[in-house]
């Protein structure tokens, strides 16, 4: 089963869990199941077209899934997956 | 070769003897020179550990002024300093701090106009920005003036570091910013505004990992993080280290490069277009409130805060969070009136437009200028935040 880590930015989508796990072949399957778990999460990781925002990053292990195949790639047993988001800064004003 | 006075090298001694640095490292860094842009949370410990250090001349960037609010994480600056630009108190500080070294302040907004010119003149930058327009503008300054970008970031618990654009063997540039984020989240997907804090020593621990980097860049001493990026989650303490490529669709640095100068970086992070904000037609000014109040004019108040901030400062008024308005119709009364406020009046107005567009409300007031302004012109024992 593979271990998907979840960014702090994300969390509130996901009742402030860290991680999330599924037991599917690829991380296509992973990140779907991640979003059909949490269907806040959706708009944050897909667009319109449901293809990966440009401002998340998906890796497994330490490797970028666009240096291997992309969402397509596949998942061994206890392999880590990140979510990178980009972070600005976070310290601006609230409203 | 760079002479050190004598004060100098007993000032830099721990430096000297260590053997993989010693005087070579230490003449490297006199020799260098560094721009800090921002000096925050981040800049801070940068700013200090740099001066610290011995970097030969250090430009600090910022156009702000010191606020109280700064102090639980802006270590360089002390209650003396509120109300006095950054720039100048960080001089006065750093300049206190190592008297071996040049400190130019620029009192300025980094902006499209300066960036290149300001960039230009220092050896390496150091990014301690807090927003998406000026990471992309540094990133792209950077690379256009063949500049290695020290970068880190931080939100809430979590912070990210790497070293872009630094020259590799061969004469290319490693990956830049672009390389790994080509876009910035549009500003609806931006964490929302509720959600600003952060846990005053991360910004030190990045911050303090951003110094390294510069150090280890100006002096060649150990391997700068490049082509890969740090993460720390201070919740879990977990660390990784990622591999960053470079990406052939990157704008500057591609197969079939796009972009030969700085754009509009406000308008590319979607920042500043006309945002869609929620009009309200029934406003009541803080002494409006106050004196509803003070005659006994019947009315509720709404506070659609989240409760961390409720317990702050409050207005003593019915607490229903924004995300949970939907939920909680049964707490706003339709038959008097009622006064819906937040901190500065933003997510009130989006709260009335819900409440009038989905559930037929027609007598909701939106508090101008939210709590602030209370505490400006009613009550100023109320704390700010």
């Known amino acids: 089963m593979a271990n998907l880590i979840i960014p702090t930015p994300l969390r509130k989508f996901t009742g402030g869990a860290a991680t999330f796990n599924a037991d599917t072949p690829t991380v296509a399957g992973l990140l779907q199941a991640l979003a059909e778990a949490h269907p806040g999460l959706q708009p944050h990781l897909y667009d319109a077209d449901g293809a990966l925002r440009h401002f998340i990053r998906v890796y497994v292990g330490d490797e970028d899934i666009e240096a291997l195949d992309g969402v397509a790639t596949a998942l061994a047993p206890n392999t880590e997956v990140s979510i990178i988001p980009a972070i600005a800064g976070g310290t601006s004003d609230p409203s | ?385």
């Open chain 2, 1 to 385: 070769m760079t002479p050190f006075s004598k004060a100098e090298l007993e000032r830099y001694s721990r430096h000297l003897i260590l053997p993989e640095f010693n005087i070579e490292g230490q003449r490297k860094l006199k020799q260098g020179s560094v721009l800090v842009i921002g000096s925050g949370g981040l800049g801070s410990p940068l700013l200090l550990y740099l001066a610290a250090a011995g970097v030969g001349r250090i430009g600090v960037v910022d156009f702000d002024r010191v606020d109280d609010s700064n102090l639980q994480r802006q270590v360089l600056f002390t209650v003396g300093d509120v109300g006095t630009p950054k720039a100048e108190a960080a001089a006065a500080r750093l300049r206190a701090l190592n008297p071996h070294i040049e400190i130019e302040v620029h009192d300025v907004q980094f902006t499209r106009e300066n960036a290149r010119a300001l960039v230009r003149q220092y050896d390496v930058v150091a990014d301690g920005t807090d927003n998406f327009p000026t990471r992309y503008l540094v990133n792209d300054a950077c690379v256009l003036e063949d500049k290695v970008n020290v970068y880190a970031s931080i939100y809430r618990f979590e912070g990210q570091c790497s070293v872009f654009n630094a020259p590799l063997e061969g004469g290319e540039r490693g990956p830049n910013y672009r390389d790994l984020f080509p876009s910035p989240p549009p500003p609806g997907l931006v964490p929302s505004c509720a959600e600003g804090g952060v846990l005053g020593v991360l910004p030190g621990i990045l911050g303090s990992l951003q110094a390294l980097e510069v150090i280890k860049v100006l002096s060649g001493v150990g391997e700068p993080l490049v082509g890969r990026l740090f993460l720390f989650d201070a919740t879990t303490f977990t660390t990784r280290t990622l591999k960053i490529r470079k990406q052939p669709g990157n704008p500057l640095t591609g197969e079939h490069p796009t972009q030969t100068d700085l754009i509009h970086y406000e308008e590319f992070c979607g920042v500043g277009a006309p945002v869609a904000e929620a009009v309200v037609s029934r406003e009541v000014t803080a002494k409006d409130l106050a004196q509803w109040q003070t005659e006994g004019k019947a009315h509720v108040v709404i506070d659609v805060r989240e409760p961390y901030e409720y317990a702050i400062a409050n207005l003593g008024g019915e607490l229903v969070p924004l995300d949970t308005l939907s939920e909680s119709l049964h707490r706003i009364p339709r038959d008097l009136p009622v006064v819906v406020h937040c901190r500065s009046g933003v997510r009130s107005a989006r709260a009335i437009a819900l409440l009038e567009a989905e559930h037929g409300y027609g007598n909701l007031h939106n508090l101008k200028g939210g709590i602030l302004a209370w505490q400006a012109s009613v009550d100023p024992e109320l704390a700010r935040y």
